[in-house]
């Protein structure tokens, strides 16, 4: 796995630590409000405007898949214009193009994600990594953290939608922010923490803390419809992206195969009930995920053969109606 190190890329840059996965942190925090003001992480100076900004995504990244649903859910597809990498790495990381169902760069007319990033800093140190947010007035990013740029999408743009329901809403955000915190560690970098570790010992303590978690989930969701109760929020949609790419991807490739998700009863009804709310099956690209995943992860899956199952039916009835 590469990177930029002061504008050049750099191949096969360690993130392992004692055999144990560590994924670096996002570098861009600013945030688009309403107004421009300052927004939770202390940033701003982005205001809501229709038109004026871009999201660089790959459908087969969950963290870039759950910005794609939050667009998608508030209507906003006039509102923040897309591109998509294709799904197979390049030599430089993502990359632009329509031969195996990407697009190109709608914004800047790049070949790469790598080339975006220099415009906004030519001295750039990091990981080249989708989501981005970017600005097209200002010609720079605004955020490529993926949990901030869903609250944005979620509140900032407002006026410029019909779709007013709130995923982040005041009286639920300590529960949604507890969930939260034990879902991302255990659950969406904790299947990573299992493909990439280099030790048995790493590999072992990532995966058993999945099904753990996914144990704790399967009671929860036996109670109630939803991972906070009644309604949906930013919680189930963070938590959805893993649970989608589980069967057909994580349980081989990075080998969590101690249960699927089609195992747990109430976590798998759950999963089709989230993937039948209107707008959300068009974001899930399953012949993409696994291009992406064994195709382009070849310190994983050295042969970079994608398997030709399984056959998975997220449009099946489900049976989620009786908690609501």
């Known amino acids: 796995m590469g990177q930029v190190v002061d504008g050049a890329w750099q191949e096969d840059v360690s993130r392992t630590s004692n055999g144990r996965f560590i994924r670096p942190n996002t570098a861009y925090h600013n945030y688009v409000t309403a107004d421009g003001s300052p927004g939770p992480t202390g940033k701003g100076g982005f205001p809501a405007e229709a038109g004026r900004y871009h999201l660089y995504i790959s459908l087969a990244c969950p963290w ?11 209507q906003l597809d006039t509102v923040i214009s897309v591109s998509l990498a294709e799904p197979l790495y390049g030599k430089t990381g ?18 790469t994600l790598a080339e975006v990033y220099l415009i906004a800093d030519p001295h750039y140190t990091g990981r080249v990594s989708v989501p981005v947010l970017w600005d097209k007035k200002q010609g720079t990013i605004v955020n490529n953290e993926s949990s901030e740029i869903i609250r944005m999408l979620n509140s900032a743009f407002e006026a410029f939608t019909n779709a007013h329901t709130d995923y982040y809403p005041a009286e639920l955000r300590s529960e949604i922010d507890r969930i939260n915190e034990l879902v ?9 923490r299992a493909g990439f570790a280099t030790s048995q010992e790493a ?3 990532a995966a058993r803390g999945i099904f753990a978690t996914f144990d704790q989930l399967e009671v929860r969701l036996s109670r109630q419809r939803y991972l906070v109760g009644k309604q949906i929020t930013e919680a189930d949609w963070r938590l959805f992206t893993t649970l989608v790419r589980f069967d057909a991807v994580y349980y081989s490739h990075f080998k969590c195969n101690l249960r699927r998700v089609a195992d747990y009863p109430n976590l798998s009804n759950y999963l089709r009930d989230l993937y039948q709310v209107p707008g959300v099956a068009e974001t899930v690209n399953l012949a993409q995920i696994k291009q992406h995943y064994y195709g382009s992860q070849r310190q994983v899956n050295p042969t970079g053969i994608v398997p030709i199952g399984p056959l998975l039916d997220f449009t099946a009835p489900h049976d989620r109606a009786r908690l609501a």
């Not at 993502?94 to 790049?110: I, P, Q, S, V």
């Not at 991302?184 to 990573?192: E, I």
Request: proline content about 2%.
């Open 94 to 111: 993502w990359e632009f193009g329509t031969a195996h169902g990407g697009t190109l760069d709608g914004a800047n007319g790049k070949k």
């Open 184 to 192: 991302y560690p255990t659950v969406n970098n904790g299947v990573y």
């Open 203 to 205: 590999y072992e303590e």
């Open 64 to 74: 870039a898949h759950r910005t794609l649903i939050f667009r998608a859910l508030k």
